[in-house]
Every structure is written in structure tokens, then in C-alpha cells.
């Protein structure tokens, strides 16, 4: 069977927009993108969800702690599962938080240093070979109950589509910009909401199968 390995944050971990800080909510297996995508794909496909709460795409996070650092944790995660035969990646979100402040091109720089290990030789050769898609997350609304985390994201999200399309036409992978099939809920400007998760789903794995 072929193995999708989803590789994000709390969009692809499938947490709802959230009305109360602190609480812990998760969508169910019929709502989150990841499983309507390998619904999507066939029976004959196998998923690993590798989504995260608050990962980012190179930053250890001095308030959520430091295996929030998706270098780490691709390492783990592509050494946990396997063979697999398609990587997705979308992480940046939490990248652009006010306490990192990381410019455009410093969160598309962490992102090269995850694509560069998916696509090394001893990855490669561990799993068999394997196809990466690169997917840029919907830019940031500085709404809702944890709009403060995301002083000036929006503005910095908004620059990472581009940089993100030009690493992976340079590195020969798919790209997907889920800027444009989906946005974020306006509850709270990170989350989506059901329906954008059957969208982004959908979106996904059309784009898989085109790899």
C-alpha cells in the first residue's frame, strides 16, 4: 500500500478554531484534511498524521517548548514511519508568532533545511524513494482570542506563498498554496474551519496525484 505522511502543525493535527485559550479540542477523523485527503486518494492508500500543535518550521519555542522545532521533528517522524511514498509539508504558521518575528525568508529558509533532509540520500534511500509536496498554509488574520501571539503575521504570512513556490520549483517537488483554495476561520485568523478542511483535503490530494 502506498504510505502519505502529513508532516504540520495544529492545521494538519486538525484543531478547531479556538473560542477559549488553554482548552484542547481536535477535530474528528471526518473532518480533518489529512483523512479526507486519504479518503480522497483510495482505499489502497495508507495515512500517517504527523501534525503538532504550535510546530514551526525551525524554531525551538521558549513558551511551548523546544520539540516544537520541526527540524527534530521531521527526523522523528520520517524515521518513525516508512517506507512511505509521499511527504506533505506545511508549516510556517506559527513561524511568523510576534515572539519569533521571523522574516519571509527566514521561515522559507527553515523550510529548505526540512526539504533538504526529506530529500537526502540516506532519507531517500531509507524509505525507497519518496515524492514531496510542499504546501503553503493560508496567511494569518490578527483576530481572535490569541491575535497577540500574531502581532504583524499577517503581513509576514503573506510573503511566504511566493518563496515557498520559487524553493520548490528550485528543488523539483510539488507545491500546493493552500492560500488559494482556503482561508482561516475569522474566529481566530489560524484555524480552519470543516468545510476548508474538506476543500484543503480535496486540494491535496488532487495535487498528490499529480506528483
Known sequence: MPVLLTFGDSNTHGT???VERGAYFRFGADIRW???CARALGPEWELAEEGLPGRTAQFPDL??????????????ALQSHGPIDVLTVMLGTNDVKARFSATPEAVTAGI?????????LEMQAR???FKVLLISPPPV???????GEFLGAAARSRGLAARYAALAAARGIGFLDAGKVISVSPQDGIH?????????????????RAL
Open 34 to 36: 489529512p483523512q479526507v
Open 16 to 18: 478547531p478554531p479556538i
Open 112 to 120: 529548505a533545511g526540512l526539504v533538504d533532509y526529506a530529500l537526502s
Open 127 to 129: 524509505h525507497g524513494g
Open 192 to 208: 480552519f474551519e470543516p468545510a476548508a478542511h474538506k476543500t484543503l483535503g480535496l486540494a491535496v490530494a488532487e495535487a498528490v
Open 141 to 147: 488574520e490578527e483576530v481572535g482570542p490569541i491575535a
Open 63 to 76: 513558551v511551548m517548548g523546544a520539540h516544537m522545532n520541526g527540524q527534530d521533528g521531521l527526523k522523528i
